[in-house]
């Protein structure tokens, strides 16, 4: 098991390009899809956990997946995985970094790249919107969020403590009701 | 010694790193640039480049290159280690907390709330990164047969960015 978080991290650190969200796409498809650590709706809890704290998304996931299946080694293992791609590829191309950059072939390559990760995380939402419902409340808090966050950049940890806040309130009196 | 201070300026920029990426640069710019004067602007501008362009996180990937630039391999091992240990112990103490109540019902009205708000973050970094992604038509060309073959062909995400390399290849170098 242990293996086999290491290597799925390893995966998703390898082939991840952009950092932060442009990882999402990528460690929805191993986690929830291919290996079915998480479902939809714990992999939307991960990230607003891992949202709300400090460090790279993609570390703090692996965190909190690698602990979930085998606790503390399991999140140990997790994290290694992802960032041991970042450590090898620095290290060896660091020093002839410059003449990879300013390559022209590189540039057109990464000018594929970009809107694909704009299509990719446009994909992950679609899925992940399926699996919370489409339903009035729901698109009510996401469309306040979003607009808090457009209009007035309100920080992602601040939209996560109100709307949590919110739920507390809201579901717990639905529930009382019943 | 340079190491330990290398280790200890990284955990401080880990621990205030929320948002990751692009917060950890403006922290390295503060910590490392101006506060230590330990590298010039310009390479700075070379770190931004290959945190974006290299795979991983780009507070890892940042982390790595400026301890590498320091102090070679221990340098990159002391910065990698010290960026990610408080955010991997904060995320460990939250994990071990949401395992331990999330079957309460409490948790679980939070988490009602929070979830569609987590698909409007989302949301908002989709249509961030999509302003300065879309460029021109051969941009918007690209993002749309991505979007087609994940959606429609089940292409896995891994290969869909070899497929946007190649198409960057085709219609930038070719056309």
């Known amino acids: 098991m242990l293996l086999k978080l290491f290597i799925t991290f390893f995966k ?45 998304l993609a570390t703090n996931c692996a965190t909190f997946v690698g602990y979930k299946l085998s606790r503390f080694m399991g999140a140990a293992a997790a994290v290694l995985g992802a960032i041991c791609p970042s450590f090898i590829i620095i290290i060896a191309i ?20 970009r809107p694909a990760v704009v ?55 639905e529930a009382e009701s019943k | 010694m340079i190491l330990v201070r290398l280790f200890l300026a990284f955990l401080k920029i880990g621990a205030f790193s929320f948002g990751g990426g692009y917060a950890v640069l403006a922290l390295i710019q503060k910590e490392i640039i101006e506060g230590f004067a330990w590298i010039s602007e310009e390479d700075f501008v070379n770190i931004v480049a290959i945190a974006e362009m290299t795979p991983g996180p780009i507070a890892v990937n940042a982390s790595t290159f400026v301890g590498y630039k320091l102090s070679g391999i221990l340098g990159a091992f002391a910065g990698t280690i010290g960026v990610i240990t408080i955010p991997f112990l904060t995320s460990l103490i939250a994990s071990i907390y949401f395992q331990k109540f999330k079957d309460s019902k409490q948790l679980s009205w939070i988490l ?30 690209i993002g749309v047969i991505v979007f087609a073959s994940v959606y429609k062909l089940k292409l896995h995400p891994i290969l869909a960015i070899f497929l946007a390399g190649i198409l960057g290849l085709i219609f930038y170098g070719l056309f």
């Open chain 1, 94 to 113: 660091a020093s002839v970094f410059r003449f990879i950059a300013e390559s022209k072939y590189m540039q057109y390559i990464f000018a594929g790249i």
């Open chain 1, 12 to 56: 998703i650190g390898l082939f991840t390009i952009g950092g932060g969200y442009a990882m999402l796409p990528v460690i929805q498809k191993e986690v929830v899809d291919n290996k079915g650590w998480l479902s939809n709706e714990e992999f939307l809890d991960a990230i607003a956990i891992t949202n709300s704290l400090p460090g790279p």
């Open chain 1, 119 to 173: 299509a990719l995380i446009l994909f992950a939402l679609v899925r992940l919107t399926k699996s919370v419902g489409i339903k009035a409340l729901n698109l009510a808090i996401s469309f306040v969020s979003i607009a808090l966050i457009l209009l007035l950049d309100i920080h992602p940890a601040i939209i996560i403590v109100l709307s949590g806040l919110f739920g507390f309130f809201f579901f717990g009196r």
């Open chain 2, 112 to 141: 009602k709330g929070i979830r569609p708000a987590v698909l409007a973050l989302i949301g908002a970094a989709c249509i961030k990164i999509a302003r300065i992604s879309f460029v021109d038509y051969k941009s918007i060309l």
